[in-house]
Structures are given as C-alpha cells and as structure tokens.
C-alpha cells in the first residue's frame, strides 16, 4: 500500500552517500580540460589554420573550406586523443533546452575501406531534419530542412557522458530560408548591434575604443530532493513542480537553511557537478545554501554574454544529469514548491571596451565620470523606453508563479540605482544649464568612485525587492526564471541599449553640429533622458501594496500573466526596434510570439491534466478508504450501544471529508471540460488566455485547497504522494 512513497523514504537511508567525490588537486589542473580553447588550438593547427581560427572568434572573420578542414582535422585529433569517436552541433532550439545530433567520425571509403574523418564542410554546416523543432509555422512542415552553423566564438567542448564521449560544436540553427529557429541567433545579432552602437558613442570619450562586449554573470538558484521521492511525485517528474502538498510544520520561518551548512549529500552532488562543469571550462565560483529548505545556487565569474549563455545552458545540463548519479532530482522549476521561495536567475549584466573599461564602473576622473553617467542614463532610459518587452522576456508559465510573489521582483519593472546615483542624477537634473560651466563641472568632480561601495552596503537588503538593480559596476536583472535561457533577456537588454545608444548618439550629435561644445551637448541630451525616464526609478519595496498603487500613477506597467505579457514582442514599437537592429524580421517575431504561447498553453495544459490525474487516481481513492474507516468506525460504536456523543467527532469528521472529496471531484469534472473548450480554440494567443483564466485561474487553487485539507485529515498510512517535509527535509 502506498509502496512508492514508503519504500522511497525507507531507502533513503541507503542511498545517502553512495557517491565518492575524489576533489582534484586544484581547479586549474583541471579547467578547460574538455575544451578546444585557443591555447589547445595553438598545438593542434598550423600557423596558418590558427590565424585564421583567431580571427574568426575574435573579429568575426569568416573562415574558408581550406581552413576549415584543417580546424575540423586539428579538432579531431584534439577529441580522439581523448577518447573521443562523435561529433555533433550543439545548438539551443526554442525548446528550452539544447539539442544534438549525433554522428561518427567513422566512416567507409569508395572501396569500402574504414577510416575516421571529420571535414571542414561538416564542421561548418549540418543539416539536421529540423521538422520536430518549434518553428511557429515559419517553416513548413515539408520543407524539413533546418541548418546548424559553427559558432567559432564559443569554443568546442567534450561531453561525457558515462563512458561515451561527443566533440560538441556550439553552433547557431535557422531554416532553410534564412529565418532564425534558435536562441542564440538573436543573441549574437544583439551582441553585434551593441558592439556598434557603444563605441560609436565611447568615440566621444576615446578613440581608441573600438569593441563593446557584454558581459553576462548569472546566478543559477536550484532545488535538490531524493530521487526516490521525487519518483513517487508524477508531479515533479512530468510538470517540474508540485502541484499538491501542503505547507510542512516547519518551512523557511527560522531562516536556518540561507547560508547553512550545506548538506553532505547536496555537498558531494555540488563538487561532482562542479568538477565537471570545470572541466567544460564553466568557471563556476559560488556556491551556497538559498533561503527556502532544499534550495541552493552557484555563481560564475563573468564572461563574454554570448559565452556565458552557453555554458549556463550546459551546466543546466550538467547538473541534470550529474543529479542522477546521486540519486537526486535537480528542479529548475521558478516555483517547485507552494508556500516557500521560488527560484530565479539573476542576470549581472555589464559592458566591457577592448581598452580594458567596464562603462558601468564609475569613473575617478570628470572624463570618465561623464562617460558612465552617459552609458548609465542610456540604460535607464532604454529600460524605461521598453519596460514592457523586458517584462516580456521574462514570461513564462513557471515564472509566472515567481514574480510578484513576495519573495521575488514584482511584474512592474523598475530600476534601483541607490541614494548617491540618485542624488547625482537629480542634481544633473536641476542644475545643469544651457552651458557647460563650473557648477556642471562640479557635478562630474563628484567622487562617484568612491562612495559607491558604502552605498551598496547599505542598500543590500531594500534592493533585493527590485527587478532591475545597478550593483556596483553592473546591473542585475533579477526578474528572469531559474529555467531560463538567458540569451532571451540578454537578447532584449543588448538590443534595447544599442537603440537607445543608437538615438543618442544622433540627439548628441545634432547639437554638436548646431555649434554647442561636445560636453555640453552631451551633459544635455544626460539631462533629457533623466527627465524622460526618471519615472522607472525606485528605491523604496518592490514588495508592497504601495508601490503597485504608485506604479499604476507613474503609468509603469503590471501585467501579471504570460500570455499577456508576450503581447510586447509584437507591438509596432517592439517590430521596428527589432528590425532597425536586425534582429527579427516581423515573420520572425510573430514566430517566437505564437512559439511561446504554445510554450505556455502545453505546460498549463499538462500542469492541468496531472492534476486531474492525481486526484482521480490517487487523492481520491486514499481520501474514500480513509471515509470507509471513519464510517465502519461509526457504525461498530453505533453497534456497540453507544450514544451518539461518542462517534460525534468521527460524524463531524466523516462531514468534512465527504465535503473536500465532492468538491474535488466536482472541480476535476468541470477542469476537465473548461481543457476540452480551451483546446477548441484555433487563435493561439485565445488559447493561452483561455489556459490562463479559464483553466489554471478557475480551478488550480480551488482543486489544490481541498487535496492540501485532506493532506492534513487522511490516515498518514494512507496518503499516496510524499509530503513536503519529505520532499523538503529529508535527504
Ligand atoms: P550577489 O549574490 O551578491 O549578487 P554573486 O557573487 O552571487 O553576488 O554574483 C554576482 C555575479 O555578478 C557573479 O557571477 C559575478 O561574476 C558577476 N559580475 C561581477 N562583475 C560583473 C560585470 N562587470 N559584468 C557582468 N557580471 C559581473
Ligand atoms: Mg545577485
């Protein structure tokens, strides 16, 4: 009876350390072991090959059919001195997940003779059959062609995975006509865009400038529970979340688990899957308890974005797969559990020149100060110019769980940038004048350098509660789910500044050509953004009822749901940023719109029918044997001669329990058929809606109230699922 969740918790006392983690002698004698980096590279290729590898990753360089055989026959002698017989392109289709194909590098000649080969042709270009992949009707079904095209600047990586060992190679992924079917097309494109736009504005500062990159470090938030456990949950295995499951005794009230000693078990799975991610070159830097029990995170030391991107998408891989060896399931849900923290996926965002400037560290000098107070209110204002797309790139139906849940960011999206920034853009606001004299002088001699660090110190706690937050020398988006791929907000953040760059740069120039002096155009066009913009900022709790109240008069936007919120990708406004900086063409866009409404109307939809499920199969018949108890008990009293007084409890009981059980069953019927109308619906956007309000917002919470009382009334013997002090205490 109830075998799966009684003998999971049996065995968990079996399974606890059954894996040893040997810890290497240093991280550096491991780091990038499975990696192609340029310093491998060098002992692979000849001079000539080399060359032509360098420039392609850092310049962009196109790499020719020579020089490609010559990197794919380096490479594979690089991945066979390792144990390596595959090769497959890696790329990030708009499932969420990556995606490879793989093939040999073996093969047989004409005359039937077997060799081993890897060609630059293949290197550089794969046509995997791409009809199964998201394609939002861009690519008809019979024309199943897709290509795969070799990224050279995010490095080949080896995959093990058992015994069995694949050369990985990063590559983008569009259709037969041009149209990009993935994630990290865009992304690239933004990256391009921003590159541009930025040194043509840091040419007012430095010549010298001449590459922008986007920096990306993510803060990767996870929960770990027992494997055994998990399985008895057909829950977290099908939806990544529970769906029932009352609030355990204890949760996250003492605050004991932040910053806790981390568990052996979670201790050896974190080493294991960090000494992996190291040798996949992931430079992985943090890690930690988070506030909710069984809840973690780790850090990176920043990287390139588009580099970063790739390697959070492979360490979501790899801590999926490294969990299995300890009999763990690793969630990267936004919200596993009711009641407790969910999780995200802070994204510090910065930009770095190639003359070794972060442009979002203050400066020492009025020079440098005025070029990051240039690049800091190019950033406001984009943010405050495209709150509702930024909200948009977040959206999706587990970080819908997640955002204004008093726990994480609110919906609005607002900027948090501190007192000292505060005070120094209200007193560019005010003083600066028509012309460039002492006092604005004096605004740019302000030690912004150095009072910055004290500030965010005392600050650390009230800036948690916002969405979007200047930390130092970058800025955190914390809006985005712990699932994510980050090239989604990296993509919009990049191509929203580069715009926003892209106008300033004019507004600057038209001044300068009207005959006023380069700081005072500049210093006025600051002054106009400030003014324009300054509505997006907010110091005070993201958290409250007041500032919803204050945001609605400030006209920032609060839309709660994802099917809504997804309307911002494909406003005029969000088509003509997007193609100005050719990212989407309009097909493109109104692709991944219907892509992710699809996305959200089959998570809710089989979020729904394991509701259904559960109840039916499990919840119910546990909740009617435990009925039968109570009435056989009733009756036997009643046999006995007993008054009434003495089964009146039992009577009162038996009330409630027939209550929660029609109730339920009621709820799952009607469910059942608010799905079988929802699923008519041809118009995808009608559809998500009618998943959103019709389905999930009518009946989720009433049909999870009563499973969640029975929870607490069902013989404990009887209950089928395990419960969250299982899920969430016992490892
Ligand atoms: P916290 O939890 O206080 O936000 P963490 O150390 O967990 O701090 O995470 C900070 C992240 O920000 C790290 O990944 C770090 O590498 C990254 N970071 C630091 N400087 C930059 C930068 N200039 N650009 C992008 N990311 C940065
Ligand atoms: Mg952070």
Not at 89 to 111: I, N, R, V
Not at 372 to 392: C, G, P, S
Not at 416 to 444: C, P
Request: aromatic share 8%.
């Amino acid at each position: 009876m109830n075998s799966l969740r009684f003998n999971a918790i049996n065995n968990l006392a079996n399974t606890q350390a059954s894996v040893k983690v040997s810890n290497p002698a240093r991280v550096t004698a491991v780091f990038n072991e499975n990696v192609f980096t340029l310093k491998t590279a060098r002992h692979y290729l000849s001079d000539e090959a080399y060359k032509s590898l360098v420039a392609s990753v850092r310049g962009g360089k196109k790499i020719d059919r020579s020089m490609g055989n010559q990197i794919a026959n380096g490479l594979r002698a690089w991945a066979e001195s390792k144990g390596v017989t595959h090769f497959t392109h890696w790329f990030q289709p708009l499932t969420g997940s990556s995606a490879e194909k793989h093939d040999s590098f073996f093969t047989l000649k004409g005359d039937g003779t077997p060799i081993e080969e890897f060609e630059g042709a293949a290197l550089i270009q794969q046509e995997p059959d791409a009809s199964s992949f998201p394609s939002g009707g861009l690519r008809a079904t019979f024309e199943a062609r897709g290509y795969t095209a070799w990224d050279p600047s995010s490095p080949a990586f080896i995959m093990e995975i058992g015994e069995g060992k694949t050369l990985c190679v990063p590559t983008i992924f569009v259709s037969y006509t041009g149209e990009s079917l993935d994630t990290k097309t865009p992304l690239i494109k933004a990256l391009v865009a921003l590159d541009k736009a930025a040194v043509d504005v840091c040419q007012y500062f430095d010549k010298n400038i001449s590459k922008v990159t986007a920096t990306l470090g993510w803060e990767q938030e996870y929960f770990v529970v027992d494997a055994g456990l998990a399985n008895a949950r057909p829950d977290l295995t099908l939806a990544g979340r529970t769906v029932y499951g009352h609030a355990p005794a204890k949760g996250q009230q003492l605050d004991d688990h932040y910053f806790g000693a981390i568990p052996e078990r979670v201790y050896a799975y974190m080493r294991d899957f960090e000494q992996e991610s190291y040798r996949l070159g992931i430079p992985l830097r943090t890690r930690h308890n988070e506030v909710a029990p069984a809840q973690f995170e780790c850090a990176p030391i920043f990287e390139e974005a588009n580099l970063a991107v790739d390697h959070n998408t492979l360490l979501m891989d790899v801590m999926t797969r490294v969990a299995k060896r300890h009999n763990l399931l690793v969630l990267l849900h936004e919200k596993p559990f009711a009641g407790i923290n969910g999780s995200g996926k802070h994204n510090n965002w910065s930009l770095s020149t190639d003359t070794g400037v972060n442009l979002l560290a203050p400066g020492k000098t009025p020079k440098t100060n005025l070029m990051f107070l240039t690049f800091f209110v190019n950033i406001i204002k984009a943010v405050h110019d495209y709150a509702d797309l930024l909200r948009a790139t977040i959206a999706s139906a587990g970080n819908d769980h997640r955002l204004g849940a008093n726990e994480a960011p609110p919906a609005i999206i607002s900027i948090f940038i501190g007192k000292y920034l505060t005070d120094v853009l209200n007193q560019v606001e005010t003083r600066v004048s028509g012309h460039f004299d002492e006092q604005d002088e004096a605004i740019l001699k302000l030690d912004i350098h150095k009072s910055i660090p004290e500030l965010m110190l005392d600050n650390t706690d009230r800036n948690r509660t916002s969405p979007f937050a200047f930390t130092g020398n970058k800025f955190e988006f914390r809006a985005v789910g712990s699932a994510a791929n980050c090239a989604g907000p990296m993509t919009t953040i990049n191509t929203i500044m580069a715009e926003t760059l892209k106008s300033f740069k004019k507004e600057v120039d038209s001044l300068i050509e009207k005959g006023e002096k380069k700081e005072v155009a500049l210093m006025q066009i600051i002054q106009k953004y400030i003014v324009e913009s300054k509505s997006v900022l907010f110091e005070g709790d993201g958290y409250s009822e007041e500032w919803a109240e204050e945001a609605e008069k400030r006209g920032l936007g609060n839309v709660k749901t994802t099917p809504l919120a997804l309307d911002a990708f494909v406003t005029k406004k969000s088509k003509a940023l997007f193609e100005h900086n050719d990212i989407y063409s309009h097909p493109e866009l109104e692709a991944r719109h219907e892509i992710m409404l699809e996305a959200y109307v089959k998570k809710v939809q089989i979020e729904a029918r394991v509701m259904g499920d559960l109840a039916s199969t499990l919840i119910l018949p546990a909740a009617v044997r435990y009925q039968n108890d109570m009435i056989k008990n009733i009756v036997g009293l009643k046999e006995v001669g007993l008054p009434e007084t003495a089964y009146a409890n039992q009577k009162q009981i038996l009330e409630v329990l027939s209550n929660h059980i029609n109730t339920i069953a009621d709820n799952v019927e009607k469910m059942i058929e608010a799905r079988k109308v929802a699923n008519e619906i041809e118009d995808m956007r009608a559809k998500a809606i009618a998943y959103c309000d019709d389905v999930k917002g009518n009946y989720f919470d009433i049909i999870r109230y009563h499973v969640d009382k029975l929870e607490l009334m069902v013989d404990d013997n009887y209950w089928p699922l395990p419960k969250y002090r299982e899920l969430l205490f016992l490892r």
